[in-house]
């Protein structure tokens, strides 16, 4: 019986790729530093939209019973009540608006009464949606937490990756991910995009996600460093990478098909935390593997020695 | 790696069979559901977001606690100084900062001071406890002065303490309200979280965690007028309280001593006085209160005592004859609520020590449906780009992989429901991302798989190298997410929690299916079709 095995449909990366990859890295390089650097510079200059969960203060989301909110109306009504800095913003449709409420002097009671004066000023003419107090202590605990568990994270994963592979791998990967993340954080301070809870875990999920990427590539090299014992190390990595490139883009989209659907469908709440992955997986992580996963293994000395050590040994 | 034996082939459909048939009793509705036997009960719990309610942090006064503890201390010290026999000379004990302070008078001997004193000092953690850790720590400065001072143990054994009985009066106030479900635990050291599902303005529920509810009846000092109390000071067995806001905050000078605590009530209910029709409590004591209360009004017929609830003076009437029936009536400007609510706090005991709001989330049952519809469009739209693109890009092992997909979403949804673990909106991303990494390890296989075929090996070589490489991969690709999902999981709270549950699930089962159902349906094409040469695409 003979079948035909398969249907050749939609071929996204033609077979046997020779890109030189390699050779990009005088430019990937400097570009990355370039990039880092200026993201950094945002951090600290520029700094992140934090959200209420790490400095604090209320939050109300609130939808209006009898039309479309009537911001100017709302925000007089708010602002008479001493409660310093009220920001109202349209969320989503026309009769929804967010009120973020600035964290209150005089400790956690405050809050609570800040909140109760909202409530009373706005009355019976809105639908409450959401209400989120965090106070002071508990904002420091979150971003110390969570701060915390970045680190916890990375620490854990270049662990598992010096057990998995020689330490320049661990090394390369954790440098060509902690890029991710620093470029990432300097989007994030760039677009002003809310800096919660959610974006920790945005964080953290990119990482896993770029470095699934990273493992891939390095999962290949470290079989071809096995199987070609006198191949350059720049020829290696080249194929190594354009071997898996076809995985790597058909990954991508697929991941980037589900995030776009969240994106599109997935509603207010969560866009942000959508729209940072995007980024940090599709538009950074992709890049990284490829242009400064694979080619820092040249600087972090992999295979050097590679060359007539082993000549008797033959694959 | 082709060749799967029949017996492993039934074992694997049958644990993917089992674990997705866990997720059975969510799409029916809670009545039906009821009926069937315990095990098969276990369902997906909706998180707050996505059902409405309210999510409260609350945090134990842990200062006040350590104070009250060197309060006690004090008091404990003045006592057993008395016993000494035969009897010392000594000034009162005082709190200074975190230590007591004895001070012998007239030369008096230290020894047996310092003997009795040690009396006060138990050991931490009963017999199983840390040996040689002792409550107190006793210092014989000299001079006649004994420092005392509480040791780090001891505070925090009574912390503990404080946060588990302020757990079981939380619950019992809140159980008050008649809430479903309400869920109340310890978090870190010091925090109680309570999350009641369906509450959506918390409004009574933080004035009824608000208060301590410490009840107090105790004798108004009437050695002078509060004037002058105000203008000197009190005498040192006496203290200025301060009425309730709705009578203007009146000061009352008011006896240290404690006649009778809340702690003695069995029972506190509202009711109305029959002569004014005025809402009021009406309190049972238990046998010793009685004694005690009866006691008290015995002596005071005619004086004037104060009901003090949380240092605020409820109500300061005249004692007009002896009260030894042990119950009694606490009228102080209620409102029908007030009543109420000073009731269950009465019934429900006292806090020891007071407890602070420092977070709540409040969802309302509006934005939690319109979350669940968003989260489903977009699940079921990403799922659906997902699988369309498998197909068009693989063709039929495309099926396989959506099948593989299909079977992983179905697993996550049992192992969430076996777990009775709860779904938030987070989770739901996870889910839709996990759809992505499944996908991902079938990739993995079918690009290694092309990879061999172009090297020249035959279909069948081909796929059992392809698999064999493509395996370790995603072993080592899957654990560094896994990672990153377990440390959020750890250090994540609430609805971010509900991602890395699902999002570390979804892990799990993506390994297995790719370890044993991809495989297995790669091996029975194999067998069906004999393909002789293999273009996966």
């Given amino acids: ?315 | 790696m082709l060749y799967i034996s029949r017996w492993k082939a039934l074992a694997i459909l049958l644990t993917a069979f089992v674990v997705c048939l866990f997720a059975v009793p969510n799409f029916f509705p809670e009545s039906t559901v009821a009926s069937w036997p315990k095990w098969a009960q276990r369902h997906i719990v909706l998180g707050l977001d996505l059902q409405g309610g309210s999510h409260i942090l609350l945090e134990v006064d842990t200062a006040a606690v350590r104070k009250e503890k060197l309060e006690q201390l004090k008091d404990d010290a003045r006592r057993v100084l008395r016993e000494v026999r035969p009897p010392i000379r000594f000034a009162p004990p005082a709190v200074r900062g975190n230590i007591v302070e004895v001070r012998l008078l007239e030369n008096a001997d230290p020894q047996a001071a310092l003997a009795k004193l040690r009396e006060l000092s138990q050991p931490i953690g009963g017999l199983l406890g840390g040996a040689g850790q002792r409550s107190l720590e006793i210092v014989n400065v000299g001079g006649g002065l004994i420092q005392l001072s509480l040791t780090e143990p001891a505070i925090r054994e009574r912390i503990t303490q404080a946060v588990q009985q302020s757990i079981e009066i939380v619950r019992r106030r809140v159980d008050e309200l008649g809430t479903v479900e309400p869920l109340i635990q310890r978090q870190g050291e010091d925090k109680v979280l309570v999350q009641v599902p369906g509450l959506q303005d918390p409004t009574r529920l933080k004035e009824l965690l608000g208060k301590t509810a410490k009840l107090e009846f105790r004798m108004v000092d009437t050695s002078m007028t509060v004037e002058q109390a105000l203008a000197e000071r009190p005498p040192p067995d006496s203290e200025i309280l301060y009425g309730t806001a709705k009578e203007g905050k009146h000061p009352y000078l008011i006896k240290k001593q404690v006649l009778v605590s809340g702690a003695e009530l069995t029972d506190a209910q509202p009711g109305f006085e029959q002569r004014t029709n005025e809402p009021i409590v009406q309190f049972v004591f238990n046998s010793s209160g009685a004694r005690k209360f009866g006691q008290a009004t015995i002596e005071n017929v005619g004086r004037l005592f104060a009901i003090v609830l949380d240092n605020e003076v409820i109500s300061a009437p005249v004692i007009r004859e002896p009260i030894t029936g042990g119950r009694g009536q606490i009228s102080g400007n209620f409102t029908v609520e007030s009543a109420n609510d000073l009731a269950i706090l009465l019934r429900a005991g006292a806090l020891p020590a007071p407890l602070t709001i420092i977070e709540q989330r409040v969802v309302g049952a509006g934005l939690g449906q319109d979350s669940i519809e968003q989260g489903r469009r977009a699940s079921y739209f990403g799922s659906a780009l997902v699988v369309v693109f498998m197909l068009v890009t693989y063709g039929i092992f495309g099926i396989f992989a959506n099948i593989a997909v299909a079977v992983n979403v179905g697993m996550i949804f049992g192992i969430l429901s076996m777990l009775n673990a709860t779904l938030t909106l987070p989770g739901i991303i996870g889910i839709v991302l996990t759809v992505g990494i499944a996908v991902d390890s079938n990739v993995l296989i079918y690009e290694r798989i092309r990879e061999e075929v172009r090297h020249g090996r035959s279909a069948i070589t081909a796929i059992d190298a392809g698999f064999t490489r493509a395996l370790a991969t995603i072993l080592d690709s899957n654990i560094t997410t896994f990672i990153a999902a377990a440390v959020l999981f750890l250090f994540g709270t609430g609805p971010v929690r509900g991602f890395a549950v699902t999002l570390g699930i979804g892990i799990l089962t993506t390994v297995f299916t790719a370890f044993t159902l991809t495989r297995l349906i790669a091996a029975w094409w194999v067998r069906w079709t004999r393909p002789q040469r293999l273009a996966i695409s």
């Fill in chain 1, 1 to 315: 019986m003979r079948v035909h095995s398969s249907i050749p449909l939609l071929r996204i990366v033609p077979d046997d790729t020779k890109f030189d990859f390699m050779r990009f890295r005088r430019i990937s390089f400097p570009m990355s530093a370039i990039l880092s650097i200026a993201a950094i510079l945002l951090f600290f200059f520029h700094g992140l939209n934090f959200g209420i969960d790490f400095i604090g203060g209320s939050l109300i989301e609130v939808r209006t019973v009898n039309g479309p909110a009537d911001l100017a109306k709302m925000r007089a009504a708010l602002s008479g009540l001493g409660l310093g800095d009220v920001q109202l913003q349209q969320f989503g449709g026309p009769t929804d608006v967010l009120i973020r409420v600035a964290q209150q002097p005089g400790g956690e009671v405050a809050q609570q009464q800040a909140i109760a004066k909202v409530r009373q000023a706005l009355g019976n003419e809105v639908e409450y949606r959401r209400e989120e107090v965090v106070g002071p202590r508990i904002s420091t605990e979150l971003l110390a937490g969570s701060t915390i568990g970045l680190v916890v994270a990375i620490f854990a994963i270049l662990i598992y990756l010096w057990f998995r592979f020689e330490w320049q791998f661990a090394l390369g990967a954790m440098i060509a991910n902690v890029h991710d993340l620093v470029l990432t954080i300097g989007y994030m301070s760039l677009t002003q995009i809310d800096f919660d809870l959610s974006s920790i875990a945005a964080l953290l999920t990119i990482l896993g996600y770029s470095l699934n990427d990273t493992v891939v590539i390095y999962d290949r090299i470290r079989e071809m460093l096995r199987r070609y014992k006198r191949m350059p190390m720049p020829e290696l990595l080249n194929i190594s990478v354009n071997s898996t490139l076809s995985r790597s883009i058909i990954t991508h989209v697929t991941v980037t098909l589900a995030l776009l659907a969240l994106l599109l469908f997935g509603g207010h709440a969560i866009h942000s935390f959508t729209a940072t992955m995007i980024f940090g997986v599709v538009l950074v992580g992709t890049y990284t593997s490829v242009f400064i996963a694979a080619p820092i293994l040249i600087y972090l000395g992999v295979g050097t020695t590679r060359m007539g050590e082993d000549a008797a040994e033959k694959s």
